[in-house]
């Protein structure tokens, strides 16, 4: 039970800094790549880089916490964001866009990184507390990321006293708290194997949303067939509605969130807000993403992750509908912005914990950190997908079309869910309608 709390304290530590540097960049990366390039439409470059790179990167790192656990997976992970920032101060100093790109790209191992740690979290304690596990080390990034946005001012003040272009300057606090979260993370316990939390159902028996786990033997000891490898496991994923389901959830969380997010303060620049309110907007908003997660894991918990994500719905159409008000309004109001992020940050949380407790518990045990990783590439590649285009939007029919491009995205995801939601735990019921969605395969390998 004391390694238990200790692993758990550690991974909640690692995730508060991580979150702290990730935050302390976020609201001038776009301002930068603006400022590098002379165009507004690339100023989405900086966070598709560091998306990008969090996407190409989560997959492996999952891979590499299967094969050595996952203290390994996140000293590298953390470490290489914490070169990543170094690699960034580096091509602000020298305006070299594509260096610039690639110390972002390094810096989004540290995001994947964060993420993976709620699984971490997830493999150290019993599947009915999965949503609790996960959603108090998202939880720990509240308080780094809340501070983060805080620093970007004297961050600037920071670089400017170093001779430094006064933007970079939030960097020096990104590799500061990147390598802290780099040495915590080495000292997790060597114990921690994903996957390493025990069954609770055999495969004759549904678990919340409609899952079933792995096969007990008749000698009262579980088979453990191989980790599957990609191919099969997004084909599992892809013949049942609720894996799915989950999968989307998570990437279209992310793909709304980014496309709002990262053109924010490339909007309220335009609208002459000053830095420090952009970086109050900022951190407003990652506030939400964080703060109310213990709330939404309990929830995943008690009611089921359907019912997590439902509200998730109707917090996403709320946002949406105030960032359209704003648009059309004649000028920018920090208030209505402000609340509109809060909004945004809180559904994108409950699309994430939601997603992620959905799709761990409604795999078997040796398919889930493949799709764990696969899903958590996937969010980030789409995010970045997001960014690529959103200067391009943002310019070519400015902060209302930004919006359009995430209600797009929500009917995407509300399409997906018309075959899942029959199969999944609401409130009252006892199972799903059917079993036949979430039967395991005879073999789970190649």
């Given at each position: 039970?004391?390694?238990?709390?200790?692993?758990?304290?550690?991974?909640?530590?690692?995730?508060?800094?991580?979150?702290?540097?990730?935050a302390s960049g976020y609201a001038v990366g776009g301002l930068l790549a603006e400022e590098i390039t002379?165009?507004?439409?690339?100023?989405?470059?900086?966070?598709?880089?560091?998306?990008?790179?969090?996407?190409?990167?989560?997959?492996?790192?999952?891979?590499?916490?299967?094969?050595?656990?996952?203290?390994?997976?996140?000293?590298?992970?953390?470490?290489?964001?914490?070169?990543?920032?170094?690699?960034?101060?580096?091509?602000?100093?020298?305006?070299?866009?594509?260096?610039?790109?690639?110390?972002?790209?390094?810096?989004?191992?540290?995001?994947?990184?964060?993420?993976?740690?709620?699984?971490?979290?997830?493999?150290?304690?019993?599947?009915?507390?999965?949503?609790?596990?996960?959603s108090l080390v998202v939880w720990a990034t509240t308080i780094g990321s809340v501070l983060g946005p805080?620093?970007?001012?004297?961050?600037?003040?920071?670089?400017?006293?170093?001779?430094?272009?006064?933007?970079?300057?939030?960097?020096?606090?990104?590799?500061?708290?990147?390598?802290?979260?780099?040495?915590?993370?080495?000292?997790?316990?060597?114990?921690?194997?994903?996957?390493?939390?025990?069954?609770?159902?055999?495969?004759?028996?549904?678990?919340?949303?409609?899952?079933?786990?792995?096969?007990?033997?008749?000698?009262?000891?579980?088979?453990?067939?191989?980790?599957?490898?990609?191919?099969?496991?997004?084909?599992?994923?892809?013949?049942?509605?609720?894996?799915?389901?989950?999968?989307?959830?998570?990437?279209?969380?992310?793909?709304?969130?980014t496309n709002v997010m990262v053109m924010t303060p490339v909007h309220m620049d335009h609208q002459a807000?000053?830095?420090?309110?952009?970086?109050?907007?900022?951190?407003?908003?990652?506030?939400?993403?964080?703060?109310?997660?213990?709330?939404?894991?309990?929830?995943?918990?008690?009611?089921?992750?359907?019912?997590?994500?439902?509200?998730?719905?109707?917090?996403?159409?709320?946002?949406?509908?105030?960032?359209?008000?704003?648009?059309?309004?004649?000028?920018?109001?920090?208030?209505?912005?402000?609340?509109?992020?809060?909004?945004?940050?809180?559904?994108?949380?409950?699309?994430?914990?939601?997603?992620?407790?959905?799709?761990?518990?409604?795999?078997?045990?040796?398919?889930?950190?493949?799709?764990?990783?696969?899903?958590?590439?996937?969010?980030?590649?789409?995010?970045?997908?997001?960014?690529?285009?959103?200067?391009?939007?943002?310019?070519?029919?400015?902060?209302?079309?930004?919006?359009?491009?995430?209600?797009?995205?929500?009917?995407?995801?509300?399409?997906?869910?018309?075959?899942?939601?029959?199969?999944?735990?609401?409130?009252?019921?006892?199972?799903?309608?059917?079993?036949?969605?979430?039967?395991?395969?005879?073999?789970?390998?190649?």
């Amino acid at each position: 039970m004391k390694t238990r709390t200790r692993a758990q304290a550690k991974l909640i530590a690692a995730q508060l800094l991580s979150g702290a540097g990730i935050a302390s960049g976020y609201a001038v990366g776009g301002l930068l790549a603006e400022e590098i390039t002379g165009k507004t439409s690339m100023a989405g470059i900086a966070q598709m880089s560091v998306i990008l790179g969090a996407g190409l990167i989560a997959y492996p790192l999952a891979v590499l916490a299967g094969k050595a656990g996952r203290r390994t997976a996140l000293t590298l992970g953390f470490g290489i964001g914490t070169l990543g920032a170094t690699v960034v101060l580096l091509g602000v100093a020298l305006q070299l866009l594509p260096l610039f790109m690639l110390g972002m790209m390094m810096c989004g191992s540290s995001t994947a990184s964060g993420l993976q740690a709620r699984y971490a979290a997830v493999d150290l304690v019993d599947p009915s507390a999965a949503g609790r596990a996960m959603s108090l080390v998202v939880w720990a990034t509240t308080i780094g990321s809340v501070l983060g946005p805080s620093f970007t001012a004297p961050g600037a003040r920071l670089g400017a006293a170093l001779g430094m272009n006064e933007l970079a300057g939030p960097y020096l606090i990104s590799m500061t708290a990147f390598g802290l979260a780099t040495l915590v993370a080495s000292t997790l316990t060597r114990k921690i194997k994903p996957g390493a939390a025990p069954a609770t159902t055999d495969s004759g028996s549904m678990g919340n949303d409609g899952i079933a786990e792995v096969t007990a033997e008749s000698d009262g000891t579980t088979a453990e067939p191989p980790t599957m490898k990609l191919g099969p496991a997004l084909r599992f994923a892809a013949a049942r509605p609720v894996p799915l389901f989950a999968m989307i959830t998570i990437i279209a969380g992310q793909m709304m969130m980014t496309n709002v997010m990262v053109m924010t303060p490339v909007h309220m620049d335009h609208q002459a807000f000053s830095l420090g309110a952009i970086g109050i907007v900022v951190s407003v908003h990652i506030a939400g993403m964080y703060a109310l997660s213990p709330v939404f894991g309990w929830m995943a918990d008690r009611f089921g992750p359907g019912t997590v994500i439902a509200g998730g719905v109707i917090v996403f159409a709320t946002a949406i509908i105030l960032g359209v008000v704003d648009a059309a309004a004649e000028a920018s109001s920090m208030v209505l912005l402000s609340t509109a992020l809060i909004f945004l940050g809180v559904g994108w949380s409950m699309f994430l914990i939601g997603g992620s407790a959905l799709l761990t518990a409604s795999v078997p045990r040796h398919a889930k950190v493949t799709l764990q990783g696969a899903s958590d590439s996937a969010m980030n590649l789409g995010g970045a997908l997001m960014a690529a285009m959103a200067g391009t939007v943002l310019e070519a029919g400015g902060f209302l079309w930004i919006n359009m491009m995430a209600t797009i995205v929500l009917l995407v995801a509300l399409g997906f869910s018309i075959k899942a939601v029959p199969l999944m735990r609401w409130p009252g019921r006892k199972g799903p309608a059917s079993p036949a969605d979430s039967t395991p395969e005879a073999s789970y390998a190649d």
